[in-house]
């Protein structure tokens, strides 16, 4: 029976060498000379420093470019609140990975009202499409391409 898996990943090796580029861009800037402005990385969260909320948000832009180079969503990017102190403002940015729960079964939900001949069913952080016929999976992935779920979706480990 023909399956595919419906994910969300994002590769986390390209967003350092996204990060690595900000950082090298931003050290190489005039407006940003002597300035604490950079981008660090803990596996999936991002933390943007700066002086102030202007050159935050420049930096920010920097990095958003230079992660749209490398073939990375920004819709799997969630942006914290931004905290700034007298002489430094930070914002954090996690990468999401995986679908959510609740967004899984808003897929479920979507793929079993449109009244498609195909089992979908929620794996972890994946959601398993199954169907008889590959016409029927192809539907559901158009369906869902066509959808507004709110985060990037992969289709992965199709199988006949």
């Known amino acids: 029976m023909p399956s595919f898996d419906t994910v969300s990943e994002v590769d986390l090796h390209e ?22 402005a950079k981008v660090e990385q803990a596996d ?28 990375i ?6 942006a914290g609140k931004v905290e700034s102190t007298l002489n430094q403002t930070r914002q ?25 001949r195909v089992q979908v069913s929620i794996q972890g952080d994946k959601v398993r499409v199954s169907g008889k016929k590959r016409d029927d999976l192809q539907n559901v992935i158009t369906l869902l391409k066509d959808a507004d779920i709110g985060l990037p979706l992969q289709y992965i480990n199709f199988r006949d």
């Open 15 to 36: 967003v350092s060498n996204a990060v690595d580029q900000t950082n090298r861009e931003v050290g190489n800037r005039y407006d940003f000379k002597g300035s604490c």
């Open 73 to 78: 969503d920004l819709g799997s990017l969630e």
């Open 92 to 116: 954090t940015i996690t990468v999401q990975q995986g679908i959510p729960q609740d967004t899984a079964r808003k897929i479920v939900k979507l793929v079993k009202e449109a009244k498609l």
């Open 44 to 71: 999936a969260v991002l933390t943007l420093h700066a002086d102030s909320e202007f050159q935050l948000q420049q930096v920010r832009d920097i990095l958003h470019l230079k992660l749209a180079k490398r073939g």
